[in-house]
């Protein structure tokens, strides 16, 4: 049974930096794309970033360029989701989640509960 796990979220001024985690367990395929998802209030659900196996990465939202990084560590099958200058409107559930490929975006296979994350001005 495949289980993702996110960590880290939190409440946090603007301008300010969190780092989530997510490790993903029973997973067995070797190599396979983790992402980042988020859903604001009274939002749908949308793509942030995510990371192949080989490191290559894609960004789904153009608002988080050279604020937000995604890194892994493959030993570990764990993401990570550095942020960075944070701003109110990055206020939302964060979503960890797990595919065979990238090009499975938006539905990817397996997804986490989710972690809070809280900006205030």
């Known amino acids: 049974q495949v289980q993702l796990v996110e960590s880290g979220g939190g409440s946090v001024q603007a301008g300010g930096s969190l780092r989530l985690s997510c490790v993903a367990s029973?997973?067995?395929?070797?190599?396979?794309?983790m992402g980042w998802f988020r859903q604001a209030p009274g939002k749908e659900r949308a793509g942030v970033v995510s990371?192949?196996?080989?490191?290559?990465?894609?960004y789904y939202d153009d608002s988080v360029k050279g604020r937000f990084s995604i890194s892994q560590d493959n030993a570990k099958n764990a993401v990570y989701l550095i942020m960075n200058s944070l701003k109110p409107e990055d206020t939302a559930m964060y979503y960890c989640?797990?595919?065979?490929?990238?090009?499975?975006?938006?539905?990817?296979?397996?997804w986490g509960q989710g972690t809070q994350v809280t900006v205030s001005s």
């Open positions: 990371i192949y196996t080989d490191g290559g990465s894609n």
């Open positions: 989640a797990i595919s065979r490929y990238c090009s499975d975006y938006p539905r990817f296979n397996y």
């Open positions: 029973g997973y067995t395929y070797n190599k396979r794309c």
